[in-house]
């Protein structure tokens, strides 16, 4: 069996990701984990659940609980309840975009160590995330350098050492996209916008890089079909 932990949040790349460890790197014992971190778009868990529960290769799905995050971290981000309104893309100033309102403060390095220790206690050597490289904005804590420090500090376990693999951080969203389709994955059930309301609000920073992905693969987005 080749086993592997996956973080998948139920949007397009964690998404991707959870069905091309299975589909295409052939791994067919897979422990996948998502958080509840106090994200106003909290229902992007829910399709997260849909797409675990659609692969038999999938043994666990974990949610964890540490929506306390958002209470201490007040209005630092825009991403948590209670912080300050999501931006429309086009309203966030050209200086801003490699590190928007939208960053969690060091959220990845949070849920990465959560992660790693989720993966050792299921001995998998091998921990997924689906940092991509953004097209429209960026954050520190989805590049290779970030990716390369956490390997370093996770190498230093004396035994069970788990390494972190992010296959799309070098990736458009819309490469991305096409692995997926490629792939059979149904998009209509995953979930991008920041807002988190009953329908995607097409303007957030997410929701506009969403729909150049699939207008770069010549499609529209399956889920405003539904």
Known sequence: ????????????????????????????????LSFDYGQKHSRELIVAKAQCDSLPEVKEHNVLDI?????????????VKGGVEVPDLKDIAEGDLDQPVTY?????????????????????RQL?????????YGYWDCTESFLARMND????????????????????????????????????????????????????????ERALAFKECGIDDPLLKK
Not at 1 to 10: D, E, F, Q, R
Not at 174 to 194: F, P
């Open 1 to 32: 069996m080749k086993k592997a932990a996956v973080l998948i949040s139920g949007g397009l790349d964690s998404t991707t990701l959870l069905h091309h460890v299975i589909k295409s790197l052939g791994y067919d014992e897979v422990y996948a």
């Open 67 to 79: 929506s306390y995050m958002g209470d201490f971290l007040g209005s630092s981000s825009a991403l």
């Open 104 to 124: 969690v403060p060091n959220r990845n390095m949070m849920l990465l160590s959560i992660a790693a220790s989720f993966a050792e206690s299921r001995d998998c």
């Open 128 to 136: 997924y995330y689906g940092a991509q490289a953004q097209d429209e």
């Open 153 to 208: 500090v996770f190498s230093l376990n004396r035994r069970t050492g788990v390494h972190v693999e992010a296959p799309f951080v070098n990736m458009s969203k819309g490469h991305v996209a096409k692995i997926g389709l490629a792939l059979g994955i149904d998009y209509a059930q995953t979930w991008t916008c920041y807002r988190g309301g009953d329908k995607p609000c097409e303007v957030c920073p997410s929701c506009v």
